[in-house]
Structures are given as structure tokens and as C-alpha cells.
């Protein structure tokens, strides 16, 4: 087995969680790292054995030793990086958002069928255990999805990421977070989207977002997603999904899963892994090898950014 040879671009809070995931998959080996700050760049690269450690995403696409690219840098920069990789012949996953406008997603969609590069966007959610657990039994017809209840709640009144350390851009509720839940109640029920509602709170004085945000969807078949969103709650923080079925109630808390009853439901033998974000790398590079389309590829993602991008015209409709 010939090994993939991979550059990560990003080298923060994100990047460093598929550096983890990656040790661990055989075949792979990360020959390029990429960050905005050399200093810190290289202390990551030298954490995991990296040997090409550069500030500029141009220098790891002209590598031979680089087969394909992974995307953990800012949302902003997500399209043009991820159409820059293709370009340069390299496969790419991009890390979730795809873009952070529909021109953009359909950019990225278009240029793949021309070159028939994997291009795979990172919606961890359909990786997870817990959601894969009862993607199974939905698809099995044993489940049907009546509700699902969705909280994602951060508290961030400054621009800081997951670490707590100051962020170089700006976050999004609609265009980052809530497309985790567009794309997966999508997924989870087979179905597409037909109506979708937002309306948000004040916007922050300094960042220019807004910090709170409710979204309701539904789909043709009648089931229904309610979602709130916010970066002012001070705790629990975190995303929580609870799926309302016709035969069952249960509550998924990223890789664990409860039932109505928060009773725990043994989700450890559903993959090869406990952890999303390497389950997420392995469907990469597997398809990769096996020059197939992954699941999350950026097709079947599309329709969650053309209901994000109807959101956002309801939005600055409002005012």
C-alpha cells in the first residue's frame, strides 16, 4: 500500500485534532505543515515529526511529496484555498464551512467535476458514532425522525477559539455552526430541505455578528429541526441533538449517545473508532485509494449551503 502523503493547512486548535486522528491511520503520512505563525507553526511540526514547515499554502501545492491537502484554516479563506488545491492537482478536504457564500460552494462543486479530485468537506456530524449509531437504524427503517431539537452554544464575547487564544477571523452562527445541523438533519432523514426560517439577535458592537440566532427547517416528508444557536451562553457549552423518532427519543453529545431516559447506549463497536474527526479522515483517504466519491463529498454537502444562503437573505431582509 503506497502511502498518501498529506500537507495540513492550519496549524490551531482544529488542525492539531486531525494531527491526532492522523497518527493513527495507516498509510498516511503528513509531509507539510502550514500556519500563519512560523514560530508556532514549527512547534507543532516538530510535535509530530512534520519536516516541510511553511507560512504560504502555494509552497506545499508545488511539493511532489504532497498527494493531498487538508483545510483547517479560516472560514473566509475555505473556497479559494480548497479551489487553489484542485487547481494544483491536489485532492482536498476542506474543513467545515465549504464557503461561507452559495457563488462560492458552487465554485468548489464546479471545478471538482472538471477534475475529478476528491473534494470532501469536514461535516464531523455524519462521522460521529452517536449519529452514525442511529443513521443506521434510520436507514434501516426501525426509526423515523418526528423532531430534532438542536442546541449549539458557545460563550464567546471576544474573538477567541476553541483553546481560548485569540482568533485572526471572525466566526459565524449561520455560515459555520448551524451548517453542522443543516447538513445533518438533511442526512439523517434522507430528505431535503422545502422550508427553512431564521431571525437573529443584536449583533456585537465590535465583531459585526450576531450572537444569537433560531432556525427552524423542514423537510418534504414533515419532519422538522428547530435549532438555536448562541455565543452568549455561558455553559454547558457544546452542540447537543436530540432526535424526537416515532419510536424513541435520543440526546447525542458529539461522540456519546442517551437515550430519552439518558440511559447510555453503547455506540464503541459502531466504527473502528471513538473519534469523528479521525473516522472523518479515514472516509477521505479511503476514497482516495479507492477513487470513489467520500460521503461529505462536496456534492452531496451542496443543498445544506443553498439553505444556509436562503437564510441568509431572510436575515438581511430583517435588518
Not at 13 to 35: D, M, N, R
Not at 138 to 164: P, S
Request: aromatic content about 6%; charged content about 20%.
Amino acid at each position: 500500500m503506497s502511502t498518501i502523503k498529506v500537507a495540513l493547512a492550519g496549524a490551531g486548535a482544529f488542525g492539531v485534532k486531525h494531527l491526532e486522528g492522523i497518527q493513527k491511520i495507516q498509510g498516511v503520512q503528513v509531509t507539510s505543515l502550514v500556519g500563519r505563525e512560523l514560530d508556532k507553526t514549527q512547534e507543532v511540526a516538530k510535535k509530530f515529526s512534520i519536516g516541510h514547515v511553511t507560512t504560504e499554502l502555494s509552497e506545499s501545492l508545488a511539493r511532489p511529496d504532497v498527494d493531498a491537502v487538508i483545510l483547517c484554516t479560516p472560514t473566509q479563506m475555505h473556497a479559494s484555498q480548497a479551489l487553489a488545491c484542485m487547481k494544483a492537482g491536489k485532492h482536498v478536504q476542506v474543513e467545515i464551512p465549504l464557503a461561507d457564500s452559495w457563488d462560492d460552494a458552487q465554485a468548489v462543486a464546479n471545478l471538482q467535476k472538471q477534475t475529478g479530485l476528491v473534494c470532501m468537506v469536514g461535516h464531523t456530524r455524519r462521522f460521529n458514532p452517536s449519529h452514525q449509531w442511529l443513521n443506521k437504524r434510520l436507514r434501516a427503517g426501525e426509526l423515523k425522525i418526528q423532531q430534532m431539537d438542536v442546541q449549539t452554544y458557545f460563550f464567546r464575547r471576544t474573538n477567541t477559539n476553541a483553546l481560548g487564544q485569540p482568533r485572526s477571523w471572525t466566526d459565524h452562527l449561520l455560515w459555520h455552526h448551524a451548517a453542522h445541523t443543516v447538513d445533518l438533519f438533511r442526512y439523517q432523514t434522507g430528505e431535503e430541505v422545502v422550508i427553512a426560517h431564521a431571525v437573529q439577535g443584536p449583533k456585537h458592537p465590535q465583531l459585526g455578528i450576531a450572537m444569537d440566532m433560531s432556525i427552524q427547517l423542514k423537510t418534504k416528508g414533515g419532519a422538522i429541526c428547530t435549532l438555536s444557536l448562541s455565543f452568549n451562553n455561558d455553559g454547558p457549552l457544546g452542540t447537543f441533538f436530540r432526535y424526537i423518532c416515532d419510536n424513541g427519543t435520543y440526546i447525542a453529545r458529539y461522540d456519546d449517545l442517551v437515550n430519552g431516559k439518558e440511559e447510555k447506549i453503547d455506540v464503541s463497536k459502531v466504527d473502528v473508532s471513538m473519534n469523528g474527526i479521525e473516522l472523518q479522515d479515514r472516509e477521505f483517504f479511503a476514497a482516495i485509494r479507492e477513487k470513489r466519491e467520500p460521503n461529505s463529498s462536496v456534492h452531496q454537502v451542496l443543498p445544506c449551503y443553498r439553505t444556509l444562503q436562503e437564510l441568509e437573505q431572510q436575515l438581511k431582509a430583517q435588518g
